[in-house]
């Protein structure tokens, strides 16, 4: 995999969960799910990215959880601070008491307590095993398989659980996880079918967002950006190729006729979606109202240069685009092969 250089929590703070801070005063009715926390009056919520809580950063980067500067042991240790161990941890979100990431190879969902830096594994095996599945329970009787992407709607979890091709939900106050779309339990096939909960078919769903009502899954070897309504559980198909094709392409277009080659990371602000999109080294934007798709940034449609230029809109280059998250402002990429983390404003 390409981005095994991650090793702890602060990468993840720095790049992939400053979208979950949106929802400044009392406009956002879930505001209040992220807990007490505040930053001026401005109150943090778990609908990430439709308005931003301004950030005082200095640039500084420790690390909070995991092995400490100079080591990258893996294992998967509950414990605190430099003494827990994960094995390439990939999305995350935060509740600004709470980090929720899912540990990969470790087949888990991890909890990271911002105040003490206390690490526990709320979901899948107990820490000293790492064994995979699909079991719906709780808690510790759940099992994952490479479980990739996670958001939040402030009540509950939603995890891409990417090799059983499935969308996970798991209640935070319970630890109960279910399945809400893709295979019923005990199966893992994939396909790119719509439709109602186990009906629908994902292949490799790889992150995942939500702005409180959908969820809006990057689902990288069908080439598709999903949705699915959260209240009944129906799947469709947003932008891409239609149900039954999974032509891979970079062609700007609407719904159906737009074409994604490996769609990989995933944020929203509310009124439009953007998508990293690691094949054809380029971010692309879409309109949630109507699935209308265009490039936002890198080389323009029927072109797919890597590189890693600075510059406006198709002027810049990227190679191979993974993770992305907003905090109201800019939009943030996380850039596997150059090994950089990008802006774009």
């Excluded at 779309?181 to 079918?193: F, I, N």
Aim: proline share 4%; with cysteine; hydrophobic share 35%.
């Amino acid at each position: 995999m390409p981005i095994n250089g991650i090793k702890a929590l602060q990468f993840i703070f720095s790049a992939a969960l400053v979208v979950l801070w949106g929802g400044c005063g009392s406009d956002n009715a879930n505001s209040a799910a992220a807990g007490s926390s505040s930053n001026g009056g401005c109150t943090p919520s778990l609908i990430g990215g439709r308005t931003t809580c301004p950030l005082n950063l200095t640039g500084e980067v420790t690390t909070v959880a995991g092995p400490a500067a100079g080591a990258s042991t893996s294992g998967d240790t509950d414990a605190t601070g430099n003494s827990a161990r994960f094995n390439f941890p990939y999305h995350a979100v935060s509740d600004g008491a709470y980090v929720f990431l899912a540990d990969l190879s470790n087949n888990k969902i991890r909890r990271f307590t911002i105040s003490s830096g206390v690490v526990t594994t709320i979901a899948g095996p107990n820490a000293g095993t790492t064994t995979s599945g699909d079991t719906d329970n709780t808690g510790s009787a759940a099992r994952f398989s490479m479980p990739r992407g996670v958001t939040s709607d402030g009540t509950n979890l939603y995890i891409a659980d990417g090799f059983n091709n499935k969308i996970r939900k798991m209640v935070i106050s319970s630890g109960v996880v279910t399945t809400i779309a893709g295979p019923a339990q005990g199966t893992t096939t994939s396909g790119d079918a719509d439709g109602s909960a186990n009906v629908a078919r994902f292949n490799l769903p790889n992150a995942i967002t939500t702005d409180g009502s959908n969820l809006y899954v990057a689902d990288l070897n069908n080439h598709k950006i999903r949705k699915i309504e959260i209240s009944s559980g129906n799947v469709t198909t947003l932008a891409g190729p239609a149900a039954g094709t999974i032509q891979q392409g970079d062609t700007d277009g609407t719904g159906t006729a737009a074409r994604f080659n490996a769609p990989a990371g995933i944020t929203n602000d509310g009124t439009y979606l953007y998508v990293t999109e690691g094949n054809s080294h380029k971010i692309r934007k879409i309109t949630i109202a109507t699935g209308a798709v265009t490039t936002l940034a890198g080389p323009a449609q029927g072109s797919s240069t890597s590189g890693d230029t600075d510059g406006s809109g198709n002027a810049a280059r990227f190679n191979f685009p993974v993770g992305i998250t907003t905090d109201g402002t800019s939009l943030f990429v996380t850039e596997a092969n150059n090994n950089k983390i990008r802006r774009i404003k």
